[in-house]
C-alpha cells in the first residue's frame, strides 16, 4: 500500500497526519510502522472522508488529541492566505461531538485553537 502523510509539529507534539484512505482495521499496523520509520514523531492520526468532502480526524488508538486536531485543521486550510482566518468544526475520535477549531494564518505559521472536550 502506497501512503500519503504528512508531518506536522504543533506544539512540539509530532504528528503524522495519513491523508490516504487506510481501513480502520489497518490502522494500527499501519501507524506502527510509520512510527518505526518516522522515529521523532509521536502519534499516528487518520484524515478520513477527504474524498467525500466530510474530514474525521481518527487516531491510531481511537483516542482524542488536541495537537493532532490543530495539526488536521491547519493541514485542511493549507491555501489559507496570510492573514485570513477559518473557523471549523470537526468530528474527531475520543470525542462525543464535534470539536470547535479556529485557524488563523499569521506570517506564513497557523495560529490553531481547538476547544478542547472534557475527559
Excluded at 499501519?30 to 466530510?54: I, N, P, S
Excluded at 482524542?64 to 468544526?89: K, V, Y
Amino acid at each position: 500500500m502506497e501512503l500519503r502523510y504528512t508531518i506536522l509539529d504543533p506544539t512540539k507534539n509530532i504528528t503524522i497526519l495519513v491523508t490516504t484512505p487506510v481501513p480502520r482495521d489497518m490502522q494500527p499496523r499501519v501507524a506502527a510502522e510509520l512510527l518505526q520509520r518516522e522515529r521523532d514523531v509521536e502519534q499516528v492520526g487518520f484524515a478520513e472522508g477527504l474524498a467525500a468532502g466530510t474530514p474525521r480526524l481518527q487516531m491510531m488508538g481511537g483516542e482524542f488529541c488536541g495537537n493532532a486536531t490543530m495539526s488536521m485543521a491547519a493541514w485542511l486550510h493549507r491555501d489559507l492566505p496570510i492573514g485570513e482566518s477559518r473557523a471549523l468544526t470537526l468530528p474527531v475520535s475520543g470525542a462525543t461531538a464535534r470539536v470547535a477549531c479556529r485557524v488563523p494564518r499569521k506570517d506564513g505559521c497557523y495560529i490553531d485553537t481547538v476547544a478542547m472536550p472534557r475527559p
